[in-house]
């Protein structure tokens, strides 16, 4: 191990110390309070990268290809497991993390444990590559400049102690490198001169780059901010957040199924679908979804109707005057409904931690209410969504009003005997009943409930586009024999399960796919696509519907808590039935999710165990198979070989037995031989320079002889590599 590392500090020394400097200089940014962990940690990582490449670099090629590979995939790994550890703990996604400066990020140390291994071994191997394979100036000096372009993207000049040393380690690689690769038979002496003069200049230039004032430059780096700007990295990161944007993600933001962690939910209820934006403008030939003005504008909750919206509340009047009117109570087949004193639609959630901070909130459909931890103002859009002034944050509570009300037996007996065509008439009658019988209270709820009808019937007829007629006609097939609202919605809800379609993440989509092809031929999709498929069909059934994006809660742990994974981003189709009003449904077959796909933790590490486990496989068959097969096949081809091809064989492979460079001659090697190990193999070079220089033919006996003293240089090689553990 000793000889391990002592070749590659003796080969590569000044290299090391730039590479050292390299990654202390970026590790001061995300940590410098434990610079000194990092500075023990890199010069270990960093030597040992070093005397790993000089080491193999002796190998045959395919050692040195697995031994890299197998090098790289560890490294990977590593990398793999701190990402997958800081994203389930970090408030945001690593690759925001890293292009943010760190004074607006939170402390990660799996992020920071990530860039400290990538830095590393980026640096280590590119180094090596440029210094000791194939010199190049130009590359070692970029290497250099990457501790700047990480102070700039910090808004930060770098140090000028780390600054004069990169530059004084730059100019030393120079001059190292410039003196590594001698032409052949040329051998450079590093005498005690020259290494004084090389420190006195290396000096003499920092004592000036110190010394000498500097100039006051302006430099127009607005170029810079302009670089992350690009349509496909916001993109990225509006989709990898969830956070809203006024087109619909409808292709692509649903078919991840990673285990990145997003939000922590404290729910009431759940399954429940979480609305983050309502879409309402839809291009058939595109398959997209555009947000409307009024779903992007709103009025302050507190000035809406939106508490007034309560199915609970309705359903009370309702029951009110069934009671008082056998007449109105036999027309809606109301009869025997009655009103508990108990019954109650009201839920809440609270938003414990977000990813990233927006205006918008998550929430039902029938959110009436935000409470948040900062005195701002909540904006509630026609659509429902809710928004705010400010930066929303988290740990808002959100009070709303449950969906699975519907699910009441006195609520489905209203909902089944309704459709929008006699909703009108239905609260006209409650009024009149109710006025005739001097009964209050109700007045606001039912005002509400028609107002909020008329805006639906209003939706429909502006928000409904041109259909083809094989759509059209599925619609109508679906909903002929349904006379409630309620009923046809079930029914086009449970069209996807009783027609044979699939829930895909890895289907490929053919160009010109539209919802025609997806409901006649493909029937393979994504929730996106259930989703627009379902408001399709419920606008040509006379249903009001629109295309919600958001997350799907489910899964909570013992204590309530659901945490909601990139996998859960979701979009679902929310329509309004008379009686109930606005409400989500759920057509897309959420437990057929395909799995699989995402990176799981002890996968992760069942893959390093292997991975480490291969490298220790290819270790011990460098060190104990391959050199007995490798000889095996060498004296194979001397076999096979002439007798004058035979010797030549032999004696390169004695030079690479003992280390020698190719260049080493004859006489240089057979007096290497005896003075260092006191053979004498004269004979041998004698009849070597016979047959290379002399041309001459020898006979078998000659190349029996060289063999034969090959083989005891063999023996005794490999008796000494035994006793110094090699």
Same mark, same amino acid.
């Given at each position: 191990?000793?000889?391990?590392?002592?070749?590659?500090?003796?080969?590569?020394?000044?290299?090391?110390?730039?590479?050292?400097?390299?990654?202390?200089?970026?590790?001061?940014?995300y940590?410098?309070?434990? =610079?000194?962990?990092?500075?023990?940690?890199?010069?270990?990582i960093?030597?040992?990268?070093?005397?790993?490449?000089?080491?193999?670099a002796?190998?045959?090629?395919?050692?040195?290809?697995?031994?890299?590979?197998?090098?790289?995939?560890?490294?990977?790994?590593?990398?793999?497991?701190?990402l997958?550890?800081?994203?389930?703990?970090?408030?945001?996604?690593?690759?925001?993390?890293?292009?943010?400066?760190?004074?607006?990020?939170?402390?990660?140390?799996?992020?920071?444990?990530?860039?400290?291994?990538?830095?590393?071994?980026?640096i280590?191997?590119?180094?090596?590559?440029?210094?000791?394979?194939?010199?190049?100036?130009?590359?070692?000096?970029?290497?250099?400049?990457?501790?700047?372009?990480?102070y700039?993207?910090?808004?930060?000049?770098?140090?000028?102690?780390?600054?004069?040393?990169?530059?004084?380690?730059?100019?030393?690689?120079?001059?190292?490198?410039?003196?590594?690769?001698?032409?052949?038979?040329?051998?450079?002496?590093?005498?005690?001169?020259?290494?004084?003069?090389?420190i006195?200049?290396?000096?003499?230039?920092?004592?000036?780059?110190?010394?000498?004032?500097?100039?006051?430059?302006?430099?127009?780096? *607005?170029?810079?901010?302009?670089?992350?700007?690009?349509?496909?990295?916001?993109?990225?990161m509006?989709?990898?957040l969830?956070?809203?944007?006024?087109?619909?993600?409808?292709?692509g933001?649903?078919?991840?199924?990673?285990?990145?962690?997003?939000y922590?939910?404290?729910?009431?209820?759940?399954?429940?679908?979480?609305?983050?934006?309502?879409?309402?403008?839809?291009?058939?030939?595109?398959?997209?979804?555009?947000?409307s003005?009024?779903?992007?504008?709103g009025?302050?909750?507190?000035?809406?109707?939106?508490?007034?919206?309560n199915?609970?509340?309705?359903?009370?009047?309702?029951?009110?005057?069934?009671?008082?009117?056998?007449?109105?109570?036999?027309k809606?087949? =109301?009869?025997?409904?009655?009103?508990? %004193?108990?019954?109650?639609?009201?839920k809440?959630?609270?938003?414990?931690?977000?990813?990233?901070?927006?205006?918008?909130?998550?929430?039902?459909?029938?959110?009436?209410?935000?409470?948040?931890?900062?005195?701002?103002?909540?904006?509630?859009?026609?659509?429902?969504?809710?928004?705010?002034?400010?930066?929303?944050?988290?740990?808002y509570?959100?009070k709303?009003?449950?969906?699975?009300?519907?699910?009441?037996?006195?609520?489905?007996?209203?909902?089944?005997?309704?459709n929008?065509e006699?909703?009108?008439?239905f609260?006209?009658?409650?009024?009149?009943?109710?006025?005739?019988?001097?009964?209050?209270?109700?007045?606001?709820v =039912?005002?509400?409930y028609?107002?909020?009808?008329?805006? *639906?019937?209003?939706?429909?007829?502006?928000?409904?586009?041109?259909?083809?007629?094989?759509?059209?006609?599925?619609?109508?097939?679906?909903?002929?024999?349904?006379?409630?609202?309620?009923?046809?919605?079930?029914?086009?809800?449970?069209?996807?399960n009783?027609?044979?379609?699939?829930?895909?993440?890895?289907?490929?989509?053919?160009?010109?796919?539209?919802?025609?092809?997806?409901?006649?031929e493909?029937?393979?999709?994504?929730?996106?696509?259930?989703?627009?498929?379902?408001?399709?069909?419920?606008?040509?059934?006379?249903?009001?519907?629109?295309?919600?994006?958001?997350?799907?809660?489910?899964d909570?742990?013992?204590?309530?808590?659901?945490?909601?994974?990139?996998?859960?981003?979701?979009?679902?189709?929310?329509?309004?039935?008379?009686?109930?009003?606005?409400?989500?449904?759920?057509?897309?077959?959420?437990?057929?999710?395909? %799995?699989g796909?995402?990176?799981? =933790?002890?996968?992760?590490?069942?893959?390093?165990a292997?991975?480490?486990?291969?490298?220790?496989?290819?270790?011990?068959?460098?060190?104990?198979?391959?050199?007995?097969?490798?000889?095996?096949?060498?004296?194979?081809?001397?076999?096979?070989? *002439?007798?004058?091809?035979?010797?030549?064989?032999?004696?390169?492979?004695?030079?690479?037995?003992?280390?020698?460079?190719?260049?080493?001659?004859?006489?240089?090697?057979?007096?290497?031989?005896?003075?260092?190990?006191?053979?004498?193999?004269?004979?041998?070079v004698?009849?070597?320079?016979?047959?290379?220089?002399?041309?001459?033919?020898?006979?078998?006996?000659?190349?029996?002889?060289?063999?034969?003293?090959?083989?005891?240089?063999?023996?005794?090689?490999?008796?000494?590599?035994?006793k110094?553990g090699?």
């Amino acid at each position: 191990m000793l000889e391990f590392y002592k070749e590659g500090l003796k080969k590569n020394t000044v290299p090391l110390i730039l590479c050292f400097f390299i990654v202390t200089c970026c590790m001061y940014v995300y940590s410098p309070e434990y =610079l000194w962990l990092f500075m023990i940690i890199t010069s270990v990582i960093q030597t040992t990268v070093f005397s790993f490449y000089t080491y193999i670099a002796k190998k045959s090629m395919l050692m040195r290809f697995i031994s890299i590979l197998g090098s790289f995939v560890s490294i990977a790994l590593m990398v793999m497991i701190a990402l997958k550890t800081g994203n389930n703990k970090s408030s945001i996604d690593y690759f925001i993390w890293f292009l943010s400066p760190q004074a607006l990020v939170d402390f990660s140390v799996p992020y920071i444990a990530a860039t400290f291994i990538i830095i590393n071994f980026f640096i280590a191997s590119t180094v090596y590559y440029f210094s000791a394979v194939r010199y190049r100036i130009s590359m070692t000096f970029m290497i250099t400049l990457i501790p700047f372009a990480v102070y700039r993207k910090e808004g930060t000049q770098v140090p000028v102690i780390f600054a004069l040393i990169l530059l004084v380690m730059y100019m030393a690689l120079m001059i190292h490198c410039r003196q590594i690769t001698p032409k052949p038979r040329q051998k450079f002496i590093a005498e005690k001169g020259y290494r004084k003069s090389m420190i006195l200049f290396l000096a003499f230039t920092s004592l000036i780059a110190v010394v000498v004032p500097k100039p006051d430059i302006n430099i127009d780096n *607005s170029w810079v901010e302009t670089v992350f700007e690009s349509e496909r990295i916001t993109d990225y990161m509006l989709k990898r957040l969830g956070i809203v944007s006024e087109t619909a993600s409808s292709s692509g933001i649903y078919s991840g199924s990673s285990d990145i962690k997003l939000y922590e939910i404290k729910s009431d209820e759940v399954p429940l679908n979480l609305k983050s934006q309502t879409y309402s403008l839809y291009d058939f030939d595109n398959n997209i979804w555009r947000t409307s003005e009024e779903e992007v504008s709103g009025y302050e909750i507190s000035d809406t109707y939106a508490e007034m919206l309560n199915p609970a509340d309705f359903y009370k009047s309702v029951s009110e005057a069934a009671l008082l009117d056998e007449e109105f109570a036999e027309k809606y087949n =109301l009869s025997d409904i009655k009103w508990k %004193t108990d019954t109650d639609c009201r839920k809440s959630f609270t938003m414990l931690s977000s990813r990233v901070p927006s205006k918008y909130f998550y929430t039902p459909v029938l959110s009436y209410s935000v409470t948040t931890p900062s005195d701002i103002s909540v904006y509630r859009a026609s659509q429902g969504m809710l928004f705010a002034d400010g930066t929303s944050g988290f740990n808002y509570t959100v009070k709303y009003y449950s969906d699975s009300f519907i699910d009441d037996k006195g609520m489905q007996q209203i909902v089944l005997n309704l459709n929008n065509e006699n909703f009108p008439e239905f609260i006209d009658d409650i009024r009149d009943i109710l006025e005739e019988n001097e009964v209050t209270g109700y007045s606001d709820v =039912l005002d509400a409930y028609y107002r909020d009808y008329r805006s *639906s019937m209003v939706y429909l007829d502006e928000y409904s586009v041109s259909l083809p007629e094989s759509v059209h006609s599925i619609a109508e097939k679906i909903v002929r024999k349904k006379d409630s609202d309620y009923e046809k919605a079930l029914a086009i809800q449970n069209y996807f399960n009783e027609n044979d379609f699939v829930y895909s993440l890895s289907y490929k989509k053919p160009e010109n796919y539209n919802m025609e092809f997806f409901l006649t031929e493909g029937k393979t999709g994504i929730c996106s696509d259930y989703a627009t498929a379902m408001v399709l069909l419920s606008r040509e059934a006379g249903i009001p519907a629109r295309y919600a994006e958001g997350i799907h809660l489910h899964d909570p742990d013992e204590n309530g808590i659901v945490t909601v994974k990139d996998s859960d981003l979701h979009a679902f189709p929310e329509l309004y039935i008379s009686g109930f009003g606005w409400m989500s449904f759920e057509p897309t077959q959420i437990g057929q999710t395909e %799995t699989g796909t995402s990176f799981d =933790l002890r996968m992760s590490a069942y893959v390093s165990a292997s991975a480490v486990a291969l490298i220790l496989l290819i270790l011990v068959i460098n060190k104990f198979i391959y050199p007995v097969f490798a000889e095996k096949l060498f004296l194979y081809r001397v076999k096979k070989s *002439s007798d004058e091809k035979s010797v030549e064989m032999i004696f390169v492979k004695i030079r690479k037995l003992f280390g020698l460079e190719p260049c080493t001659t004859s006489a240089e090697t057979g007096k290497y031989i005896r003075e260092v190990y006191g053979m004498d193999i004269d004979s041998t070079v004698e009849i070597f320079d016979r047959v290379i220089y002399g041309g001459e033919k020898i006979e078998n006996t000659l190349r029996n002889d060289v063999l034969s003293v090959y083989t005891k240089l063999f023996e005794m090689k490999k008796e000494e590599n035994k006793k110094s553990g090699k």
